[in-house]
Each structure stands twice: as C-alpha cells, then as structure tokens.
C-alpha cells in the first residue's frame, strides 16, 4: 500500500522548522502564538499547492481562536470552492458561521459536512462523529459546542457541550440526546407524533466524576429538558449559554456511581 505524500515534503528546512514550531504551540492551544509564526508562512507558499492548503487550514483555524474571522473566510472560503470534497475546510467554515451568528451560512455548510460523511468522500470524515461548532466566552468561564454528523453513542447524542471555568477546568458537560430506551414510552405517550417518525429528546448534565476511597467515581447526572422531536440547535444553545452561565438549573438531579 502506497503511503500518502507528505503535504510538507517542498518546504525548505527553514519553513520545516516555523511548521513544527507553530504546529506545537497550535496542539498546545496558544492560538496567537500559532498564528503570529502560521500567517506569514502561508503567504510565502504556493497557492494550490499540498502544503500551502495544510498550512492555510491550520492558519484559518489559528484566525479563528484567535477572532480573526475574516482572515478565516478569505482564506477557506478558495479552498471549498476548489474541491467540494475538502471536510476541514467546510468543518472551519461552519465554525466561523457559527461563531459570526451567519446561521443560513452556518447551516449550509453543516447540510455539506453530513452529505460528505454519508458519502464517506474521506476515511477521515467517514469516521467522524462530530464537529466542533462554536467556542463561547461567558462571564464565568467558556463552553465549547460539538455537532453530531449523527447521532452516535448508546444515548444517541445530537449536540454536545464542554463547559469550562475561568482556569480553563472543565467542569462539567452538557448533552442533547434521544436514547432509544426512552422511545417505546414516547411512542405510548405520543402515538401521533411517533407515527411521524418524531423521538423524545433530553437535554442533560454531567458532573466530572469524583473517585471514592472504595475504587468507584460517582457523578452528578442532571435533567434540563424534555423535548417532543428534535429542538433547533438555537433553541439547544441558547440553553447550553443559560446553563453554563448559572441562569438556568436542572429539573432534576441524582448521584451516580461507576466502577
């Protein structure tokens, strides 16, 4: 089996050395480290060219933590247009979208990225579970919000949130779900609706896990919501924002134990 070329084989050792240094301090997430070394590396490469197309994404993603979002779109928005097929650089776009409150831009490309997973266009996003959506600052902290290419898991999670605190410490997570265990009641309940093909959704929390002196780690479990059929995903994070923010508390709350 022929191994895949390395995108970075034409750089000169000098453009070697500026990769590695930015794609460490990127993997590190020192974004406006990353970016000040990534930018004018990618204005130095040939456009079109297998490594100018790696070094732009990373640029992009760079731009985009670190608020440069039109650098972001100049830059993807040639590389979508030049191969439809490109995941990452449609998985970025929807990100900016998200994140510049574009929601018809942001949604196009998201109906983009699970038409390209349906089709398995890549192993990589054949695989790919969810993307990465939005990150939002909030006065306590941030939150960063994953969409599902589908649902995925035993509780079929649609939408998915890691909340964290000043420190960076996440704290707790955030989860759409539809369980296939909670629809034989739902359909009971909602005869017409499930005939419609529509699913009980819940929206829930989870505490990090504490280890115990016996060996378990217990959590907290957390109900917010009940939803017949699936929410918008505004609906889902405006909720997500309210929550992480101590606005809005749980319906219910419970202890768990793991082994």
């Known amino acids: 089996m022929n191994r895949p070329a390395d995108p970075t084989a034409q750089f000169t050792p000098e453009q070697h050395e500026r ?49 440069d979002r039109d650098f972001a779109l100049e830059t993807l928005k040639p590389i979508e247009a030049a191969d439809a097929n490109d995941w990452q650089a449609a998985g970025l776009l929807a990100r900016v979208y998200a994140e510049s409150g574009q929601k018809q831009q942001r949604d196009a490309e998201i109906v983009h990225l699970i038409d390209l997973h349906k089709r398995a266009v890549t192993p990589q996003i054949a695989q790919l579970q969810q993307i990465l959506l939005e990150r939002i600052s909030t006065a306590n902290g941030s939150l960063r919000i994953w969409y599902s290419l589908e649902p995925w898991g035993p509780y079929k999670t649609q939408t998915f949130c890691r909340v964290y605190d000043q420190t960076g410490q996440q704290v707790f997570r955030i989860s759409l779900e539809s369980g296939d265990f909670d629809q034989p009641l739902f359909a009971k309940q909602h005869p017409e609706l499930a005939a419609q093909g529509m699913r009980l959704f819940t929206l829930d929390g989870y505490g990090q896990p504490q280890k115990q002196p016996n060996g378990n780690s217990t959590f907290t479990h957390m109900t917010f919501g009940f939803f017949n059929g699936q929410p918008s995903y505004d609906s889902i994070r405006e909720k997500m924002v309210q929550i992480a923010e101590g606005k809005t508390g749980p319906m219910s709350k419970t202890e768990r134990t793991t082994p």
């Open 19 to 67: 990769f590695n240094s930015a794609l460490q301090l990127f993997r590190g997430e020192r974004y406006t480290e990353a970016y000040g070394i990534f930018k004018p590396l990618f204005t130095q490469l040939s456009p079109g060219t297998p490594g100018q197309i790696l070094v732009a994404k990373l640029t992009a993603e760079s731009a985009i933590n670190t608020g």
